[in-house]
């Protein structure tokens, strides 16, 4: 790598520098994130339950899962919005165990099953549900369960297969695909000048990239993870501001495929909302009430027993907190629900939109992913909420202020899908009709956050 010294850089370009001269202060970081990571994951798994009376600051637990799923992860989410995907590389204890293992690794061919398009979707609906079903968020045992056995895969997917690359990030990851929807609006980015690039005047070895990306070739902040080791090379690559809405805009058929959108449609605003949605629903509690009865009347007891192991149902007599084996199939009943018809809802408008517009549906969904992200956020804060409850702290604007983050970036999404077919030109009957089969969904959307956020 050369920086030329009389180039005048501006700050942000010579920060993008400084990761680049400064890895080893990146690794030093990865690796102080994964002690933290470790200690706030698998240290509570082994101690007692906390007792009545325990609090946050005088009970590991609760401080560790408060950390961990009130303020870690919603972070995360602004942060990748905001920043790009600089969670994942400079921060991720995955990322980093992957990596790590990769180059000590046997250093194996990627297989053609590894590379599968669909892996981000299933993989992020499998852990959505099942820690629902597990408690993962309330217990250490099952966070230490679901997330421990993650991070164990991406260790041995990165000692099987790469040298030196974060194969797991970048095909296998449960939130790898979330990620790249939610970068695609980040006013911060890497970008890469293909002509700086081309008029180089000397031969430069490749780009460490770790996630195995095509340097020269990126022009958006989807894959990229933001780790700076490409920062100056060739005097092409530097860190910049841009505006957020225009890799969306800008995107074609080849930047977004029909796994990455149906993540969009089916996993954010379907599963994701199921899952935030099952406990508190006054409907759910009355489907399984009736459920029960119903099998109580038949003398069915089987589905009502609550015998199930912890590591498929949630199981903690010693809390008064078991799920019986109705449970289990309501749960994943009411979040296939809630997808269908939020889902379907969506899949449908986005489909409308694309044939009034005469444009790839796939594109046009991208509109929608401010009004994800904000849901994705809005959703984790609620476990919060609840948290901070539990302490005696209530914040009685915080649903107002929840309600203020979705309005927005609702407006962002409706303003991103007229921007769109304006830039396209669709003759303007066409592009109001494309415009309402994307809007009507999102209402729709709304209408089940509003309920959430404002249920009397």
Known sequence: MRIVPHVRRGALARLGDAMARHRRIIVAVQWAVVLVYAVLVAVPAFLPVPEAGANLLNNLTLAAQFAFWGLWWPGVIVATMLFGRIWCGV????????EFASRHGRGGAIPRWVRWRCWPLVAFVATTVYGQLVSVYEYPQAALLVL???????VAIGWAYGRGKRVWC??????????????????????????????????????????????????????????????????????????????????????????????????????????????????????????????????????????????????????????????????????GAVT???????????????????????????AWVPAAGAGVFV???????????????????????????LALAFAASLALAAARLARERVPPVRAALAWMALAVPLALVGAAWWQQLFRA
Request: proline share 6%; with cysteine.
């Open 340 to 366: 269908l018809v939020l889902g379907g809802t969506l899949q449908t408008g986005a489909w409308a939109a694309g044939r009034l517009a005469r444009l790839p549906w796939t594109v046009l969904a991208l």
């Open 170 to 335: 970048r095909y296998l990851c449960p939130v790898s695909g979330v990620f790249a929807l939610l970068a695609r609006v980040a006013p911060l980015h890497f970008k890469v000048d293909r002509e700086a690039w081309a008029a180089y005047p000397r031969r430069t070895p490749a780009v460490d990239c770790a996630p195995l990306l095509s340097v020269q070739q990126m022009t958006g902040a989807a894959q990229c993870h933001a780790c700076g080791r490409c920062a100056g090379h060739r005097d092409a690559v530097t860190l910049s501001v841009r505006s957020p809405v225009v890799e969306i805009l800008a995107s074609g058929p080849r930047d977004v495929g029909r796994a990455e959108a149906w993540l969009l449609i089916w996993g954010l605003f379907g599963v994701a909302i199921g899952a935030f949605r099952w406990s508190a629903d006054p409907l759910f509690v009355a489907w399984r009430q009736q459920a029960a009865a119903w099998l109580a009347e038949r003398a069915w007891w089987k589905l009502l027993d609550t015998d199930a192991p912890w590591w498929l149902l949630t199981h903690y007599p010693a809390v008064g907190d078991t799920f019986t084996w109705l449970d289990g199939l309501l749960i994943p009943a009411y979040i």
């Open 379 to 405: 959703g984790l804060t609620l476990l919060t909420q609840t948290q901070l409850r539990a302490e005696g702290v209530y914040l009685p604007w915080l649903d107002t202020a929840r309600a203020a983050v």
């Open 148 to 154: 421990g056995g993650s991070t164990l895969a991406a």
């Open 91 to 98: 921060l991720c204890p995955e990322g980093a165990l992957a």
